[in-house]
Nanobody, 124 residues
Framework: QVQLVESGGGLVQAGGSLRLSCAAS????????MGWFRQAPGKEREFVAG????????YYTDSVKGRFTISRDNAKNTVYLQMNSLKPEDTAVYYC?????????????????WGQGTAVTVSS
């Protein structure tokens, strides 16, 4: 069972930047795709970004393309989400997630382990 711990959330003005980190432990990190989800108040959880085991393939939801970058450091068992040009609509709790099994595809439905979340608030 993998354990995931997010950090890096906070309050930022619109147009600002934050970098979220997620430290993983408990299994071979480098074998699994990783992802970031978010959930805003009153809304369903949304798949924001995903990255395959090697970092060679990524996915972004349309609303964050060009602004967010997901990356990973397999030597540090850590996945990152660099968020630039933040907007008030990016306000949410952000969750790190890990795929259930090693595989090639990056799909929201594949993720089965979750961190506790880190809150991001973007003021206008």
């Amino acid at each position: 069972q993998v354990q995931l711990v997010e950090s890096g959330g906070g309050l930022v003005q619109a147009g600002g930047s934050l970098r979220l980190s997620c430290a993983a432990s408990g299994r071979t990190f480098s074998s699994y795709a990783m992802g970031w989800f978010r959930q805003a108040p009153g809304k369903e959880r949304e798949f924001v970004a995903g990255i395959n085991w090697s970092g060679g393939s990524t996915y972004y939801t349309d609303s964050v393309k060009g602004r967010f970058t997901i990356s990973r450091d397999n030597a540090k068992n850590t996945v990152y989400l660099q968020m630039n040009s933040l907007k008030p609509e990016d306000t949410a709790v952000y969750y790190c997630a890990a795929d259930r099994v090693p595989r090639r595809a990056i799909m929201a439905s594949n993720f089965g382990s979750w961190g506790q979340g880190t809150a991001v608030t973007v003021s206008s």
